[in-house]
């Protein structure tokens, strides 16, 4: 199955951009790339997918490399409310599915 | 708008009972999952569905069993509980076919097996 690597936590301040790196090597080339977010004591919400192409939407930015082998999820300025856990859970090819891994702690300093 | 529906909210059961977590979802989505979440720890997944009718096995099926008779309800079953699926459940669905392009989740079962 697809895998992908994200750093365990990772702090930045309020009001600063945030850039949460995601590497998914084993994506296959019709494979969407996902981020969602899982704030405390509640379920993970959708924050951005694509496949190609830089997204953007209310929430933030997708950055997606030339070769798709890695993406930035972008929080143009942070607020407190960001903290959560930050998930890119690999497509599994062939399967409607959504495998989640550890993610990423974002802490916002005030 | 209701979304997803999870019941019940939290259940503190005994272990050898038999346990039945709920799962209902009003907007007609094709695919739904469950997934259990430790503390601490990312989410896993446990069983889903790609549609009414049929089911598959994720990463950690063993000791729960699922149905999905029709679209809009997906319950998870225990058949004998053991302390070890002490954990909080989600159940999701996903717009999008055959990619899921964004999943919904329910506000979770915080599940105690003593």
């Known amino acids: 199955d697809a895998k992908t690597t994200q750093p365990n936590s990772m702090e930045s301040n309020e009001e600063e951009p945030v850039h949460l790196p995601c590497n998914h090597s084993?994506?296959?080339?019709?494979?969407?790339i996902h981020w969602y977010r899982q704030l405390p004591s509640q379920g993970p919400e959708y924050v951005i997918h694509?496949?190609?192409s830089n997204v953007n939407n209310r929430m933030a930015s997708l950055a997606i490399a030339e070769d798709r082998k890695s993406s930035t999820l972008i929080l143009h300025r942070a607020t407190l409310r960001d903290a959560a856990v930050y998930y890119c859970?690999?497509?599994?090819?062939?399967?409607?599915?959504?495998?989640f891994g550890q993610g990423t702690r974002l802490t916002i300093n005030p | 708008i209701a979304g997803i529906t999870q019941a019940p909210t939290s259940q503190i059961l005994a272990a050898g009972r038999r346990m039945t977590l709920r799962c209902t979802q009003d907007?007609?989505?094709?695919?739904m999952y469950w997934y259990r979440q430790d503390l601490g720890l990312g989410l896993r997944l446990i069983h889903y569905?790609?549609?009414?009718?049929?089911?598959g096995k994720g990463e950690v099926p063993d000791g729960y069993s699922v149905s999905r008779a029709n679209t809009d309800d997906f319950p998870l079953t225990l058949a004998s509980a053991v302390p070890s699926q002490t954990s909080v459940y989600f159940c999701?669905?996903?717009?999008?076919?055959?990619?899921?392009?964004?999943?919904?989740f329910g506000q979770g079962t915080r599940l105690t097996v003593v």
């Open positions: 084993t994506i296959s080339g019709t494979d969407y």
């Open positions: 569905s790609n549609t009414a009718g049929t089911t």
């Open positions: 907007m007609r989505h094709n695919a």
């Open positions: 999701a669905s996903t717009v999008g076919n055959p990619y899921p392009t964004e999943a919904f």
């Open positions: 694509g496949l190609t």
């Open positions: 859970p690999p497509q599994v090819q062939g399967a409607q599915k959504l495998v």
